[in-house]
C-alpha cells in the first residue's frame, strides 16, 4: 500500500459525546467548563462553543438516555482533550474546578504541554490543556520530539 499523510492543517474539529442526561452535560459543560450553548436538537441534543464557532462539542442521548459508563477494561474514548491558549487561561479553569470541589484524577507535566485530567458526569474522560510554543518543545539527539510524563506542579500552575 502507498504511504498517506495528512497535511499538516489538519485538525481534529470537535468531538460528539453520548450522555445520560443532557441537561446535566449542559450545565457541566457551560456552567462549569464555561462552554456556549449554541444550539439544541430538540431534547435529545446540544452543541456547545468556545468563541462562537459552531461547535466543539456535541452531546446527545439518542442511545444513551439513562446509560451508565462504559466498564473498565472494555474499549472507547480515552478522554477528549480541550486545548486552551495559554498557561494562565489553564490556570483559571483549573482553579475553577477546585472552587467547585469538581474532583481532579490527575496533572502532568508532558514537556510539550501542561495537562489536567478529570470526568464529566458520565464518567467521560477529558483531559484540559496548554501547549508550550514548539520552539520550547524538548527534542532527542535525532531532534525528534521527547515527550514525558511526571507530575504537575499545580499550586505553581494556580500561581500564575
Not at 32 to 54: C, D, I, M, P
Not at 132 to 150: H, K, L, N, S
Request: with cysteine.
Amino acid at each position: 500500500m502507498e504511504s498517506y499523510s495528512l497535511e499538516a492543517e489538519t485538525r481534529i474539529g470537535h468531538v460528539h459525546l453520548k450522555v445520560s442526561d443532557l441537561e446535566q452535560s449542559i450545565r457541566f459543560y457551560c456552567d462549569v467548563l464555561g462552554f456556549e450553548l449554541t444550539q439544541r436538537y430538540g431534547s435529545q441534543a446540544a452543541f456547545l462553543s468556545a468563541g462562537g464557532y459552531h461547535h466543539h462539542i456535541g452531546l446527545n442521548t439518542w442511545s444513551s438516555r439513562g446509560g451508565g459508563a462504559p466498564a473498565p477494561g472494555t474499549t472507547g474514548l480515552f478522554h477528549a482533550a480541550i486545548l486552551y491558549p495559554s498557561r494562565a487561561a489553564l490556570g483559571k479553569a483549573v482553579r475553577r474546578l477546585l472552587e467547585l470541589g469538581i474532583p481532579i484524577d490527575g496533572a502532568s507535566e508532558h514537556g510539550v504541554s501542561e495537562a489536567v485530567y478529570l470526568r464529566d458526569p458520565d464518567g467521560n474522560g477529558l483531559e484540559l490543556y496548554w501547549d508550550r510554543p514548539e520552539a520550547e518543545w524538548p527534542r532527542d539527539a535525532d531532534g525528534g520530539i521527547a515527550m514525558i510524563t511526571e507530575g504537575l506542579d499545580l499550586d505553581d500552575l494556580l500561581r500564575n
